[in-house]
Each structure stands twice: as structure tokens, then as C-alpha cells.
């Protein structure tokens, strides 16, 4: 038997991430990212890189690391890669119901006071594929029309570029269409016909509310003006160790309004990180000093 000509050369996918190097990539990742894996992470991380050292013809995960630590483009490719971005329409649907019930009806009884303005801003601080800022334009569309001179802003942030592309083009499969309530998507979403059959697109008039850019929550100061009356930080702070998530929470709060309201995912709380923010609702917080929600009653969560 002949023997093979030009054999394949050795690559890193033939042997696991080595414990030295994982640690290298772990200390790198938390610097730039604030996220930090923990050690039984370390074959995840191998399996999440393999690709690049694939595609880049390198022999080592020693190899990659001094690549990412040279080219900017590529430790973002590295971010995109470690990042999770499972997400779905009107997830956590206590927080729109409260949206609904409370805060909305409170805002427009104030504007036709003329106690507060009738522009909204909105912060969804890890917008991953877009589905989080599609669902509150929906619910503020529907609510707070602009025909009765309210204006939405809502900014839609990520660490990854990857999903931010995705977010940009807002088409997912069609059976993505369940998680959304039939009115609003009849009202906001397009089913694809002919080769975009089997997907959905957000509306022209949801997706004009929303703009896009990528940001790193670890990275201080956010360049961003504050004052939002909404920020949602989602299922993000449980990546973080301690001393980071207490950095984000008080970078946060900085900027949100003194009537604004926090966001958290389920699995999160402020519990231990700030004295600077109340609860006034299951994973929501308004400022310590806000006293817009004082004395009401919750509504019941259905």
C-alpha cells in the first residue's frame, strides 16, 4: 500500500485546550469582556475556538491566543464566539405585563398633565439577535402611539457582532412567530413568501425605533449619553464575578433617569451589589430615591 502524500499536518483539534493555556484565554476574557468562565468551562472553550484555529491554519490553541492578542478583529471574533445569546420575543413576560399595567398608563396620565415629556428612551443593553428591543417597540407602538406625539428611541446594545448582524437584518424562522401575541404580530412582523418563505421579518415601523452599535459592558465610561427611562440588562450580570457585576450595576444606574426602572433577567438580583436601587417588582428596580411607583399596589402577575 502506497503511503499518503503530503499528510495533513498536526492541528490543535487533535489534542484538548491544555489547562495553562485555557487559564491564559480565561484571564484575557475577563479583562476585555468582564466575562469570566469558570474552570469547568475549559472544554466548552476549546470547542468554541476550535474553528478559528481551523480556519486560520494555526497549530495551537498557544498560537491562537498570540493572535488575538495582536489583532483586535480577531479577539472580537474570540468575543463572538464565547458569547451566549439564546433569547426569545417578550421573554420574561412579568416585565411587559408591568410595563402594561403600571408604567405605560403612569406615563401617559403624566404627559397629558404635562409633568413629563412624551419622548422615550430605552437602553436594551444586550440585545443579542433583537429580539428583546423588537418586543418593546411593539408594546410601546401599541400603547404609545405616534399620532398622539410620542416619540420612541430605543438603543440596542451587544458584545458580539455577530449577533448584532443578525439583529440588523431582524429575519428569524418562522416558528419564532409564537412567541409574539397574534395583535402585534399582525401589526408588526412580515411573513416571507417565495425563498423567504418560512421566515418572518420585523416591520419597517418597529425596526426605524431601533439602532444598533456594539458595546462592551466592561468597559468604562459607557459612551452614552444617560438619562434612559428603561434599561434592560438581561441574563448578562450572571457572567460576571462579584467585583465586575457591582462595576456594571453602578455604571448602569448612572445611567438611567431618576424616575427610570432597571431590568434584570429571572435568575438576577441587586441583592448584595448597590444600595442605590429599590425593588418594585420581581427582577425590576427603580433608585433608591425615586419615589414614582411609591404606594402603589403590584398587579397581579399574569
Known sequence: MDKPRNPAPDTAGERPLRKDEFRAFQDLIHRESGIFLADHKQALLGGRLHSRLRALGLASYGDYFKAVQKDEAERIEMLDRISTNETHFFREPHQFEFLKTRVLPRWMEDARAGTRSRSIRIWSAACSTGEEPYSIAMLLLDQLPASEGWSIEILATDLSTRVLQRAKDAVWRIEKAEEIPTPYLKAFM?????????????????????????????????????????????????????????????????????AGLLFLGHAESLHGLTERARSVG?????????????????????
Open 190 to 258: 412580515l411573513q416571507g413568501t417565495g425563498p423567504e418563505q418560512g421566515k418572518m421579518k420585523a416591520g419597517s415601523e418597529i425596526r426605524s425605533l431601533v439602532t444598533f452599535s456594539r458595546m462592551n459592558l466592561n468597559s468604562r465610561p459607557y459612551p452614552v449619553p444617560g438619562g434612559f427611562d428603561l434599561i434592560f440588562c438581561r441574563n448578562v450580570l450572571i457572567y460576571f464575578n462579584a467585583a465586575t457585576k457591582v462595576n456594571v450595576v453602578e455604571e448602569l444606574l448612572a445611567h438611567l433617569s431618576p
Open 282 to 302: 420581581p427582577t425590576i428596580y427603580a433608585p433608591l430615591q425615586s419615589t414614582y411607583f411609591s404606594g402603589q399596589k403590584l398587579p397581579r402577575l399574569r
